[in-house]
């Protein structure tokens, strides 16, 4: 490039102060003391559409947005965007400052114009100018913050669709996928650590007579009944799921099959003393329950030690319901 080259350059890009001024790359910066630097920068347009940078390739360019729109995907092109980027914004860095390769898909979303600072430009920048050196660390800073932000919102989402598929949604109680998932680890801990351990199957008595006499809508209010009914008496540690139908499992770490009679017996009073609250402006009448209880042996199957439960439960409802068995 000539000198006149060199000239007509820098005046053309002179031209574009105020648009640079905005990116935060150049905020509170002296552009005319790094003149013979951004003189050497190039421009480029794109048609929207344009993929602008693919995942795993090199990349020596730092992209900032004068005009247009553009999005960051990262995956695939098909996938929502992570991030939109505006006039002001910018792009590239991450690849400059790791030497490696880009990560993510940049996108023109409509005809774009970015002002392109390769990499020797740009370290020869940060070497000028202390404000661009700090502005460097800002976007940089930023993005990491974006990228956590949006770490922390996928957890958070993971974490609620994890819910989703290990609660019952209508009682909000556990269900049995999550007692298919998790019983094994707790009555192997509770063998090795030599716990008592006891548990208490419920089944809600002549559940069908009162579906049909109020209507499932009063039926699943009274099931949502027992459940908080059920929590409200129970300690943190205790466990309920909702084992099948009208049908609860509770858990009971730390407690013998006599301790767990108290607790079962105090339960079906307060059940049974306890109205289902209103379904369709009707004041739905309470429920009463079975129970049947086991204490765990450290050396069965959980099978065994439900089976124990369920042949207590039948005998109480043999016996008339609304009732307790131990085994």
């Not at 716990?195 to 089944?203: E, G, K, N, V």
């Not at 109020?214 to 540690?237: I, V």
């Not at 609250?277 to 450290?298: K, R």
Request: net charge negative; with cysteine; hydrophobic share 35%.
């Amino acid at each position: 490039m000539t000198a006149s080259d060199s000239s007509k350059t820098e005046k053309a890009h002179s031209n574009l102060y105020p648009q640079l001024a905005q990116n935060q790359l150049f905020k509170n910066v002296d552009l005319n003391s790094i003149a013979h630097l951004l003189a050497k920068c190039s421009e480029q347009a794109v048609s929207a559409g344009t993929v602008v940078l693919h995942p795993g390739r090199p990349n020596s360019n730092l992209y900032l947005v004068l005009a247009g729109e553009a999005e960051v995907r990262l995956n695939s092109l098909g996938q929502a965007p992570h991030k939109r980027l505006s006039a002001g914004q910018c792009f590239g860095e991450m690849s400059l400052v790791d030497s490696g390769t880009t990560s993510a898909y940049i996108v023109a979303m409509s005809d774009c114009h970015f002002f392109v600072v390769n990499d020797d430009l740009l370290w020869g920048m940060t070497n000028s100018s202390h404000s661009v050196a700090k502005n460097m660390l800002y976007v940089l800073s930023h993005k990491v913050r974006h990228d956590n932000d949006a770490i922390i919102k996928n957890q958070e989402q993971l974490y609620r669709w994890e819910n989703y598929a290990l609660s019952d949604s209508l009682t909000g109680c556990n269900n049995r996928r999550w007692l298919d998932t998790c019983i094994d680890r707790i009555l192997n801990r509770a063998a090795q650590e030599k716990q008592l351990f006891s548990a208490i199957l419920l089944d809600v008595d002549h559940f069908k007579q009162y579906n049909d006499q109020w209507g499932h809508l009063a039926g699943d209010q009274a099931l949502r009944t027992l459940a908080n009914t059920t929590r409200e008496h129970l300690r943190t540690s205790d466990i309920v799921v909702r084992y099948g139908g009208e049908e609860f499992l509770i858990l009971l770490p730390h407690t013998s099959p006599e301790q767990a009679a108290l607790i079962a017996e105090r339960l079906c009073h307060s059940i049974a003393e306890t109205p289902c609250g209103e379904c369709n402006d009707i004041e739905l009448p309470a429920i009463t329950v079975s129970m049947g209880i086991s204490g765990f042996s450290h050396n069965e199957t959980f099978s065994s030690f439900i089976e124990r439960a369920d042949k207590s439960l039948y005998q109480a409802k043999q016996a008339g319901r609304n009732r307790v068995v131990k085994a």
